[in-house]
Each structure stands twice: as C-alpha cells, then as structure tokens.
C-alpha cells in the first residue's frame, strides 16, 4: 500500500450544501475565463481585465434596467436594479445572516454587475448570467416565493429595507465600478486575482480571512478512482498509466497565499485552476493522498477565493463591523460612493 501526498495547504463558482445556498456556487459571469463559482465553489469564466475594453459611452452606474441571461432557457431577463440586487443577495446568502453582512453583499454584487456591464459583451446583450430555477446568482420573484414558502412576506420585507438602505451606494475604483467578485470560504486567506484570472486588479489581492478557518464544511475530503482520476486527466490532454497511479502528482508550487499555482501531474506542469476545474474540486488549497487505487483530495475553503469571502463577511459583521468596514477590508483602495 503507497501513499502519495503532496505538501500543499488543504481545503476551494458551482456551487450548496450547509453553508448558503448560491454562496457557494460562484456566480458565472465575466470573470470565469479561466476557471466558478460553486460557491459554491465555484466556476469562473474569462479574466477581469482581459476582456472587452470598457465602451466609450458607459451607462449612468444608476441605470434601472438590469439585463442577466437565464442559463437554463437562454432568456434575457430585465430586472429592476432592486430586483436584481435583492435577488442576488437571496441567492448568495441566508437571509437570517447579520444586517451588515447582508448589505455588504447587496453593494458587491450591485457593484459587480456594473462592472461586468462595462467589460463584457454577452451575445445575448446581458451583462452576466444566473440560474434562477436552481437558485444560482440571482432568484427572481417566482423562485422566491417557492424557496422562502410561508415566510416569503417576512423575509421579503427584511431583505428588501436593507437593500434598500444600500442600494445607491457602489464601490468604484478610478472614476469606474470595481470589480467586486465574491465567493463563499477561503482557506484563511483570500487570493489575488492574477493567480486565478491571469489578471492582476490593485484591489483583488490577498487579505487576511482567518475567520473562515471555522466555518461550516472549511475542510471538506472527496474520493476518486484511479480511473476516475485518468478520465478527468484525459480531458485535460494528460496521459496517466494505470499501472503506476501513485506517481501521477508530483510537487506543487503554491502561491503566496497558500492556493496551489501549479502541480507535477503525470510529468507536466498544471496550473491549480485548472486541476480545480477538471476535478470539481471546492478550492485550489489542496492536498492529495492515494491509497488501495483511490486519491483523496482534500480542500480547504470554497471558491475562487478572490475578493469578499462571504463567509468572513458574516463573522466581521457578528464581531460589529460595519457593510463599509467590512467591503474596504477585502477590496482594498476601492472607494464607497452613493
């Protein structure tokens, strides 16, 4: 019986299970090229900065109309911004979390979304995408009233007069919406943006979140085949032998904050983001061990790890951090504005 375990820090668009809902499935939109999010954990899609320059004419960051494709019918929805926010914070969070937390999320994700209006170009015309049906992203009035039942009045009530009380509050960065990506654990450390996207943005860098060292399912271990692991390496143009699994990973080298940058698979270099996604794995903060023709991986986290962490916004805003405090902690250098 060999053993093989390669020393990285263990924890990671899309994304449920004790910890909130969507929170732990990363919202796909612009952002994902590279990679998510579930949360949960998580699925991205392009890099930040590397997608369409933003247009010449920018609409008013106060626009009424919000446009977000359904991924399951194709649709473009046109919500209200109070819908879309309100929406978005009910499929990010559990509506019983602290006031604080609540609205931090509400002015990241209202934020978010004017960034990717002004840097991405969907064929559809929609500036990002959502699952209502399967309560991804963004819930729309429908899916609420089926998610929340009986207490839809209630909780409808208390999410919208925090919305509310946020909702012409958006963080820029320069003069432009900032990129306010979320996701729902890190693995005590939030990730820089370059090391997921390819793209480095001054206020997607890693910042402490050690918090979430304790939150629900932070460590969480899944098991593959052998032949499991092969199929998933094949997708990725990998050729693994059967006949000697155990010496298929090799060293990884990790980043600053502890996420796997790259691993030795099967001879060649692997980006972390990249294993992630092949694999389904919650976090790129990981650790592999192979016994009797299984690997173990285990995570640390869940998400793409860049930006708010949802899950150390709940323990900032239960220890009296302000929505502010809490949204200048992990976007560093962005300014509040309403």
């Not at 609205?103 to 209202?110: G, R, S, W």
């Not at 016994?291 to 869940?302: E, K």
């Given at each position: 019986?060999?053993?093989?375990f390669?020393p990285?820090?263990?924890?990671?668009l899309?994304l449920?299970?004790?910890?909130?809902?969507?929170?732990?499935?990363?919202?796909?939109?612009?952002?994902s090229g590279?990679?998510?999010?579930s949360?949960?954990?998580?699925?991205?899609?392009s890099?930040?900065?590397?997608?369409?320059?933003?247009?010449s004419?920018?609409?008013?960051?106060?626009?009424?109309?919000?446009?977000?494709e359904?991924?399951?019918?194709g649709?473009?929805l046109?919500l209200?911004?109070q819908?879309?926010v309100?929406?978005?914070?009910?499929?990010?969070?559990?509506?019983?979390?602290?006031?604080e937390?609540?609205?931090?999320?509400a002015?990241?994700?209202?934020?978010?979304?004017?960034?990717?209006?002004?840097?991405?170009?969907?064929?559809?015309g929609?500036?990002?995408t959502?699952?209502?049906a399967?309560?991804?992203?963004?819930l729309?009035?429908?899916?609420?009233?089926?998610?929340?039942?009986?207490?839809?009045?209630?909780?409808?009530?208390r999410?919208?007069a925090?919305?509310?009380?946020?909702?012409?509050?958006?963080?820029?960065y320069?003069?432009?919406?900032?990129?306010a990506?979320?996701f729902?654990?890190s693995?005590?450390?939030?990730?820089?943006?370059?090391?997921?996207?390819?793209?480095?943005?001054?206020?997607l860098?890693?910042v402490?979140?050690?918090t979430?060292?304790s939150?629900?399912?932070?460590?969480?271990?899944?098991?593959?085949?052998a032949?499991?692991?092969?199929?998933?390496?094949a997708?990725?143009?990998?050729?693994?032998?059967?006949?000697?699994?155990?010496g298929?990973?090799?060293p990884a080298?990790l980043?600053?904050?502890?996420?796997?940058?790259?691993?030795?698979?099967?001879?060649?270099?692997v980006?972390g983001?990249?294993l992630?996604r092949?694999?389904?794995?919650?976090?790129?903060?990981?650790?592999?061990q192979?016994?009797?023709?299984?690997f173990?991986?285990?995570?640390?986290?869940?998400?793409?790890?860049?930006?708010?962490?949802?899950?150390?916004?709940k323990?900032?805003?239960?220890?009296?951090k302000?929505?502010?405090?809490?949204?200048?902690?992990?976007?560093?250098?962005?300014?509040?504005?309403?």
């Amino acid at each position: 019986m060999k053993k093989f375990f390669l020393p990285i820090f263990a924890v990671l668009l899309v994304l449920g299970s004790i910890l909130p809902l969507a929170a732990y499935r990363v919202t796909r939109a612009v952002l994902s090229g590279a990679e998510p999010a579930s949360s949960a954990a998580s699925s991205a899609v392009s890099s930040p900065a590397a997608s369409a320059q933003p247009p010449s004419a920018v609409p008013s960051a106060d626009a009424e109309t919000f446009l977000v494709e359904d991924q399951a019918t194709g649709q473009v929805l046109e919500l209200s911004r109070q819908e879309y926010v309100l929406g978005a914070v009910a499929a990010e969070m559990p509506v019983s979390w602290p006031d604080e937390a609540l609205k931090a999320q509400a002015v990241a994700a209202h934020s978010y979304a004017l960034y990717c209006r002004d840097h991405t170009a969907l064929q559809s015309g929609a500036w990002l995408t959502a699952d209502p049906a399967r309560r991804q992203g963004c819930l729309t009035e429908p899916v609420l009233r089926s998610y929340w039942g009986t207490a839809y009045e209630q909780n409808y009530a208390r999410l919208s007069a925090l919305v509310d009380e946020v909702l012409d509050e958006i963080l820029y960065y320069e003069n432009a919406p900032a990129c306010a990506s979320y996701f729902a654990i890190s693995n005590g450390q939030t990730e820089a943006s370059e090391n997921v996207w390819g793209s480095a943005l001054p206020y997607l860098i890693s910042v402490d979140s050690s918090t979430d060292r304790s939150a629900d399912n932070y460590e969480y271990t899944v098991t593959f085949s052998a032949e499991q692991v092969q199929q998933a390496l094949a997708g990725l143009g990998i050729s693994a032998d059967l006949a000697a699994p155990e010496g298929w990973f090799g060293p990884a080298a990790l980043t600053s904050a502890g996420y796997t940058k790259t691993v030795t698979v099967c001879g060649q270099t692997v980006t972390g983001t990249t294993l992630r996604r092949a694999l389904g794995l919650r976090s790129t903060c990981f650790t592999v061990q192979y016994q009797s023709g299984n690997f173990s991986f285990t995570t640390r986290g869940y998400g793409h790890g860049v930006g708010l962490s949802q899950w150390g916004t709940k323990a900032m805003a239960e220890q009296g951090k302000s929505y502010a405090d809490i949204l200048a902690h992990y976007y560093p250098g962005t300014q509040l504005q309403g």
